[in-house]
């Protein structure tokens, strides 16, 4: 593995890390919803462990293809830089409660759409797990974020 894709793997594992720190202001800020938003968060840690563990089997010459051509550091850094922008907000601004759920279901479902994960190849079949893990507690989050959201939006 190169640095180039050592560095792409801990943005992506910095990011889960950044989702984590943002749902965890959520959880401050609407304390009546804390397990929600402290059950995401801890997931969201859960996530950056996994990726920075592929990392560390890379380096063990474990197979893992990074398309680089597809996903590109400076993307993941603006990413980043939205998800700090949130957490201004969270812990300053006079936010809803549809607005941060709105946010979750967003960040949620960016990640399943831009295909975040699928930026991985490999032949084994132990990382496959790991990758395929990912993307279905991306897709657990992005639903339990819509439900919720579908519960407390107002209606028109």
Known sequence: MNEKQKELIEKLAQNEESVSQLYRAYADRFPAYNEFWAGLADEEMKHASWLRQLSMKIVDGSPLYVDEDRFRVQPVQI?????????????GADISLTY???????IEE??????????????SVELKHVLLNLADATRAHMNKAREMLRKHKPPK
Do not use: W
């Open 79 to 91: 990413y980043q830089n939205y998800l700090q922008q949130e957490l201004t907000k969270a812990k």
């Open 100 to 106: 941060a759920l709105s946010v979750t279901a967003s």
């Open 110 to 123: 960016s990640l399943i759409e831009r295909k975040y994960f699928e930026v991985f190849e490999t032949d």
